[in-house]
C-alpha cells in the first residue's frame, strides 16, 4: 500500500496529537490550592460581562439548560442535569471562547474528581448489561454529595469544572488578566 503525502502528514499529525495530549494530560490535583491552601479556583469568561462591563456576573446552572451557546450542546446531549462550565486553568480554554474573565473559589473537598472516580460513581449509575451511564441519575447522586465534578474535555483537553450550584462569579481585575498572576486575586466563596 503507498500513502499519499497528505495520508502520511495526516498520520504523522494524528501521532503528534496523542503525543501531545499524553503530555497534557492535567489532574485534580495540579488545581488543588494552587492560588490558595484548601481552594480549587474556577474561571469563565462572560460576553455579557464584557459588553456590560459588570463587577459581578450571577451563573445560575439553571439557566444553562435552556440558555446555552452551540458548543455546550454536547455536554446537555448527555444529560440535561443543571449545571454550569468553569475552567480549572484560565489559560487554557477553548479557542472560540471569549470574553470578560471572572473567578470563584470553592473548598478543595466540595469538587470531585471524575476522572479518577474514587467513589466510582460511575460504575454505580452504568447499566449492568447494556453498559449505558444514567448521566442524569449519575449527576444528580454527584451534586447530592459535591457542589462540582472536574474533568477534562477529552483526552489531554481543557480542565474543566461542571459546577452545580449558584454563585455571583467576579470580574478578574484587568491588571491581573495582563500579568495572568491569578495568585493575586482575593479569596472568595466557600
Do not use: C
Not at 496523542?18 to 491552601?37: A, L
Not at 471562547?97 to 452504568?126: A, Q, T
Not at 447499566?127 to 448521566?135: A, V
Request: net charge neutral; proline share 5%.
Amino acid at each position: 500500500m503507498k500513502l499519499t503525502t497528505k495520508q502520511l502528514k495526516q498520520i504523522i499529525k494524528e501521532e503528534l496529537e496523542g503525543v501531545i495530549s499524553e503530555g497534557k494530560n492535567r489532574q485534580y490535583e495540579e488545581f488543588t490550592g494552587k492560588y490558595r491552601s484548601g481552594v480549587f479556583r474556577l474561571f469563565r469568561y462572560s460576553t455579557r460581562g464584557q459588553y456590560s462591563n459588570a463587577e459581578t456576573i450571577p451563573v445560575d446552572p439553571m439557566h444553562f439548560t435552556t440558555n446555552r451557546k452551540s458548543y455546550s450542546n454536547n455536554e446537555y446531549n448527555t444529560s440535561g442535569f443543571p449545571r454550569s462550565f468553569w475552567y480549572a486553568d484560565a489559560d487554557d480554554k477553548e479557542s472560540f471562547v471569549d470574553g470578560k474573565l471572572y473567578y470563584w473559589d470553592v473548598p478543595v473537598n466540595r469538587i470531585y474528581d471524575f476522572k479518577k472516580d474514587p467513589e466510582e460513581f460511575i460504575s454505580k449509575h452504568r447499566h449492568p448489561q447494556y453498559r449505558y451511564i444514567d448521566w442524569d441519575a449519575l449527576f444528580k447522586d454527584l451534586a447530592s454529595h459535591y457542589d462540582g465534578v472536574y474533568y477534562t474535555l477529552g483526552r489531554g483537553g481543557q480542565p474543566v469544572v461542571a459546577y452545580f450550584k449558584w454563585v455571583d462569579s467576579v470580574a478578574v481585575p484587568d491588571e491581573i488578566v495582563k500579568s495572568r498572576d491569578f495568585s493575586k486575586l482575593e479569596p472568595l466563596g466557600g
